[in-house]
């Protein structure tokens, strides 16, 4: 068969069980579940792999929502990388206005529904042709949990459970078509509790020593530090305990900071120039300081030989068309926003590295409210202000981030908007649209290896040869849930 039979054959296999994937989607987004409590998700993936003569391996990186699904014998080994929690508060109807399901619940308002499973597609329509064709390669599927918040990659990375893959795949949701050549930031998630002294403010304050204090002073010179810091870094705060009553001199007090920065050695770097501060602080006004880690992420590190493998892949799979019914649903949850597609569209132009052809290409979409055609990486040197958990398995394996229009164009992120769109067939599209655009790349790794010594030699010259160091702490761990009782 030639590669373009076998392209032919993967596209169908997903067409033909399509229902079974847009199936799993809507059960994940009917039962919404949080970083680190995706037990019924995790199940009902892991269950559904099981089936297929997939082997599970349960509690990876020491989290019990995390699992590995690995199928075939010998090399190359290929990974599909799934997600599958929602984040809090998004509850929605699958109806394009915002209306919640129940108030306060949570909601898949990121498409994480779709992100695991269209992972799943592809680990399984890949395993399908090596099976027929008889070509040597393991194929697998690992169940990420707690990319919202937590990290779960981070614990995986660090534990090793990545680090005989030879290349990974994962996609988006978005609102265009496009592989990916950027990078992110990278973060640290730190609480910083200060403990002094408490006392009755008027009547003995000298008898206090103000924890609060210690904040605002560490704040401050956290204020000034911004000016000597490079441009990519952001540094953002909330005081989560600032005392009891205005009179009593507050013996805790604490502030949770969030320190990006677009290379991981100089996150690390403002991060010890911060954690000075904070000591400082704490020495000005005679208390203590704890510091503690809550999570951190490392930069995305896009392979761009694979990204261009994907293009190419996205020619063989085609655009894809919306009917008039989910155009219309998207132009009200656009409208609903008060945003004009066009003007989701220029921020697209202006932020990316967009040659004249895909710039006039896109602004022929520039009032739509849904884009189903296929565009080649037009991110190539922008560092997204935003942070994943993605970056950590980028240093420790060749990636290529994918993203698939699954949103209305108007919409922001972690919205309801979105949650209303991943539950129903625009989300199903896009992430079958990915799925299929994976496995393809997959099939023609596996028909050609040699595809590997191009994609390995760029990811040893992007990392230095360097071994990845985890941006947390060793004695942080990652937390255990007991499933919920019905």
């Known amino acids: 068969m030639t590669a373009t039979d076998n392209a032919a054959e993967i596209i169908g296999w997903i067409e033909e069980n399509s229902s079974r994937f847009t199936d799993m989607a809507n059960k994940i987004w009917q039962t919404p579940e949080v970083a680190w409590h995706e037990f019924k998700s995790s ?35 290929l990974a599909f990388i799934g997600e599958y929690d929602a984040l809090p508060g998004l509850s929605q109807i699958k109806e394009p206005f915002k209306e919640a399901i129940r108030e306060g619940s949570a909601g898949h308002g990121c498409g994480h529904n779709l992100i695991g499973t269209g992972a799943v597609a592809s680990a399984l329509a890949v395993q399908k042709w090596l099976e027929k064709t008889g070509v040597s390669g393991r194929v697998r599927y690992y169940g990420c949990p707690a990319e919202e918040e937590g990290g779960g990659k981070v614990f995986m990375a660090r534990a090793g459970v990545f680090d005989d ?7 988006h949701p978005d609102t265009i078509n496009m592989p990916a050549k950027g990078s992110t930031v990278g973060i640290n998630a730190i609480y910083y509790r200060f403990h002094g002294r408490t006392a009755h403010a008027s009547v003995a304050p000298h008898e206090g020593r103000s924890a609060l204090d210690a904040v605002e002073l560490m704040n401050v010179g956290v204020n000034y530090l911004r000016e000597h810091v490079t441009s990519d870094v952001r540094i953002h705060y909330v005081i989560t305990n600032g005392g009891l009553a205005p009179n009593i001199v507050p013996e805790e007090s604490e502030v949770f900071y969030y320190i990006r920065a677009a290379k991981s050695e100089y996150l690390a770097e403002v991060v010890e120039r911060i954690r000075k501060v904070a000591e400082g602080a704490a020495m000005m006004t005679e ?37 008039q019914d989910e155009i219309d649903y998207a ?14 569209l220029e921020q697209r132009i202006s932020a990316f590295s967009i040659p004249p052809q895909e710039q006039k290409l896109l602004k022929k979409h520039k009032n739509h ?83 590997l010594t191009k994609i390995k030699e760029e990811f040893k010259e992007k990392t230095g040869g360097m071994p990845y160091t985890a941006p947390i702490p060793d004695t942080i761990m990652p937390p255990q849930y007991e499933p919920p009782r019905e």
């Not at 893959?165 to 996609?171: E, L």
């Open 43 to 77: 199940q009902l993936q892991a269950d559904f792999l099981k089936k297929e003569d997939f082997k599970i391996e349960w509690k990876v990186g020491g989290i019990n929502t995390a699992f590995l699904a690995e199928w075939g014998q010998g090399g190359p080994i």
């Open 287 to 323: 208390t203590t300081v704890e510091i503690h880690f809550e999570d951190g992420f490392s930069p995305v590190l896009n392979n761009h030989y694979l990204a261009d493998m994907q293009y190419q892949a996205m020619k063989s799979v085609g655009a894809f068309q919306f009917t």
């Open 165 to 171: 893959i030879d290349a990974a795949f994962n996609f």
């Open 331 to 344: 132009q009200k949850i656009n409208d609903a926003f008060s945003s004009t597609n066009a003007a989701h």
């Open 369 to 451: 409210p849904l884009i189903g055609e296929n565009f080649p990486a037009m991110d190539a040197g922008v560092v997204a202000p935003g942070s994943t958990d993605v970056g950590d398995l980028s240093q420790v394996v060749p990636l290529s981030m994918l993203i698939t229009a699954c949103w209305p164009t108007g919409v922001p992120g972690h919205s309801w908007g979105n949650v209303a769109a991943s539950g129903m067939s625009i989300g199903h599209k896009g992430m079958l649209h990915a799925a299929k655009i994976m496995a393809v790349t997959a099939m023609e790794i596996f028909s050609a290896p040699e595809h």
